[in-house]
């Protein structure tokens, strides 16, 4: 009996470890049949780099290529604020702070992980976006720009928690190495502890951007939305993940503009894919 | 000797964890206890990874499927509630109005069952024709090609009308702009107009606010003022429209925004925000955008929306449409921001 019992157990557990790879398989797969099927009526190329996104029109125009910069250049803006405040962070908490702020420091940023992401879309529409409009003299407050600030938000509790993790696993060896030689505190940490821990850090900051560019409720609130193609970070955009949230619920299951919606989930599926792919890579290479 | 010890799970300072792991075993003797849930038996042969409680596990068995059988009943008790049922289909724009009709009447009569779907008002006119619908919504009138279809398989559509919808185009109130016709109206939303100057307004550069294309607001909106109800006009909105994904975001951005332009439902419209009043062209006269006006047919951007029956309403069905021409069903109209016909 015992046995028996023990052999079901063993084989539920099994099951329950193959299902999420299984869950993913079929994901993976849908995702490819329904996506694969716009390029009937589309070719990749006129998808990808078609300039004009009228998916309800007759005829439709499906060209991404607006979108897909939309993301790129919300992603890099957010990537360009919260780097170098997100590893400044890390540096402060792992080599600098006294134990008590420390402390401090690392439940502020667990809790600003843990704001909900329509949370700070809508805080960002009420008091960001007037800002930017009033402090740049723009005609809309709903642009890159804001989107930017807010995912950059978003992206540092990923950033400093993990590139934290990765200054602490360096050896203490090389710190007090590098100070018995003479080094200043700063020359320690910047000439030693920056490189010894830059694996590390590389993969906090491409997992912070992964969880930038998958971000969709914060985007579609404050970035506008307009289909246009991006000639500056002031201008509105519309991001891949926006576009798939806000026309599922009117897509015709079947028809060729939630094909396209699909087929945007691929490209955003392989980009978010690279990103995890190139920080694993980094973090094994830490090993 | 590593072995590998399946699975099973482990108190540590009064936390239950679940594990599969190798464990190390040493001299053939298991290093630290293996636990089975609260019962914390301690392990007491060496070939099994977890201590076992069957007891417990029989009870939660029956406990399941005693559940599964009520269930079960319960589910075919709703089943056989299927024949007080009503199948409304049609227009998106009042499929939000259509589900909260059947939401309230449903509230009020628990034992009738409302089903509302979407599709469009082709496809709600085309399943009442059909016979797979008792009610049609529709937000344009039926074409005298579907009429005579209908007549030809016995169906006789009877048509009610039950709401109007109203759009408003608003501004920020600071804007002097006070009025447009509908072709002006096409000249900015299509951004062939960009600046309100040209209007013989500010010298400011126009902030286009949309709807998003889920929107049937949007799809109207296109429809019968950049196309000007033809429909082998191709216009579009430009590209450089802000799409916004709720009225209310439109509202917020309007009244902070001095250079924006939206529309929306007329149920929107506050101190803080513009509407203009619109002429159909300019002979016409410019008419605000109220309940009068919509009702009274004066003002450009507004339709009837519709449903339609087969026959004179009958039954269940009549019930129903009483229910959504009384006060109740009317203020219900209200707030879902379209305008009733009855006041």
Redesign the interface.
């Given at each position: 009996m015992r046995k028996l019992k023990e052999f079901i157990v063993e084989k539920l557990i099994l099951i329950c470890g193959l299902a999420s790879i299984f869950f993913v398989a079929l994901i993976f797969l849908f995702l490819l049949k329904e996506g694969f099927s716009i390029f009937k009526t589309v070719s990749p190329f006129n998808f990808l780099f078609g300039k004009s996104w009228y998916p309800i029109s007759e005829p439709s125009q499906m060209g991404i290529l607006p979108l897909i910069l939309g993301s790129l250049l919300v992603t890099a803006g957010a990537a360009i604020i919260s780097i170098p405040i997100g590893v400044g962070c890390a540096i402060y908490i792992a080599e600098i702070a006294p134990a008590k702020i420390k402390e401090i420091l690392k439940a502020g940023i667990e809790l600003l992980a843990a704001i909900p992401s329509v949370v700070l879309g809508f805080i960002g529409m009420v008091t960001l976006v007037p800002l930017v409009k009033t402090v740049f003299h723009l005609p809309t407050g709903l642009t890159a720009l804001s989107g930017s600030i807010m995912l950059a938000f978003m992206a540092m509790p990923t950033i400093v928690s993990i590139a934290e993790d990765a200054l602490y696993s360096v050896p203490k060896t090389y710190k007090e190495g590098a100070l018995a030689l003479g080094a200043t505190r700063w020359q320690m940490i910047w000439r030693v502890m920056l490189p010894a821990a830059s694996s590390g850090l590389l993969a906090a900051v491409m997992l912070g951007i992964g969880r930038v560019i998958g971000e969709t409720m914060a985007v579609m609130m404050i970035t506008g939305n307009a289909a246009v193609m991006p000639n500056s970070i002031f201008a509105p955009v519309r991001t891949l993940t926006a576009t798939i949230a806000a026309e599922m619920g009117e897509a015709v299951v079947g028809s060729e503009h939630y094909f396209a919606l699909f087929a945007i989930g691929i490209v955003l599926f392989v980009i978010s894919f690279a990103i995890n792919v190139t920080a694993d890579l980094f973090l094994h290479q830490r090993q | 000797m590593g072995r590998y010890q399946?699975?099973g799970c482990e108190v540590k300072n009064s936390v239950l964890r679940f594990y599969?792991d190798f464990t190390l075993t040493s001299h053939g003797n298991n290093i630290g206890k293996i636990y089975y849930k609260e019962k914390m038996t301690p392990c007491a042969?060496r070939n099994?990874?977890?201590v076992?409680s069957?007891h417990k596990e029989e009870d939660m068995f029956r406990k399941w499927v005693f559940v599964l059988i009520i269930v079960m009943f319960a589910a075919s008790a709703f089943a056989a509630k299927d024949k007080n049922s009503i199948q409304v289909k049609g227009s998106d724009t009042m499929v939000n109005l259509g589900q909260a009709w059947a939401e309230k009447y449903m509230e009020k009569n628990p034992a009738d069952f409302v089903a509302v779907t979407g599709g469009g008002s082709g496809t709600g006119l085309s399943s009442l024709l059909s016979g797979t619908c008792d009610i049609a919504m529709s937000s344009r009138n039926i074409k005298e090609k579907e009429i005579t279809l209908a007549n030809q398989k016995g169906i006789n559509p009877n048509e009610i009308k039950v709401a109007l919808d109203g759009l408003a185009v608003v501004v920020n109130p600071d804007n002097p702009i006070d009025k447009l016709t509908v072709d002006q109206l096409a000249g900015i939303f299509t951004g062939k107009i960009v600046n309100w100057k040209t209007l013989s307004g500010r010298d400011?550069?126009i902030?286009i606010l949309s709807r998003?294309?889920?929107?049937g607001t949007h799809?109207y909106f296109k429809e019968h003022v950049l196309r000007k109800n033809d429909p082998n006009n191709?216009e579009?909105f430009a590209?450089?429209?802000?799409?916004?994904?709720s009225s209310q975001?439109i509202a917020?951005?309007v009244a902070?925004?001095t250079?924006?332009i939206g529309y929306y439902g007329m149920g929107y419209i506050s101190k803080k925000q513009r509407p203009l009043a619109i002429a159909k062209d300019e002979k016409s006269e410019y008419e605000a955008p109220t309940i009068e006006n919509v009702i009274n047919g004066k003002y450009p951007i507004s339709r009837p929306l519709f449903i339609y029956t087969n026959g004179a309403p009958q039954g269940l069905v009549k019930k129903f449409l009483d229910f959504i021409l009384s006060e109740e069903g009317q203020n219900i109209v209200m707030a879902t921001d379209f305008v009733p016909v009855i006041k």
């Open positions: - | 399946r699975a599969i042969n099994c990874a977890g076992v069957v400011e550069k902030v998003e294309v889920n929107s799809v191709k579009e590209p450089q429209a802000l799409m916004l994904s975001a917020d951005e902070g925004n250079a924006a």
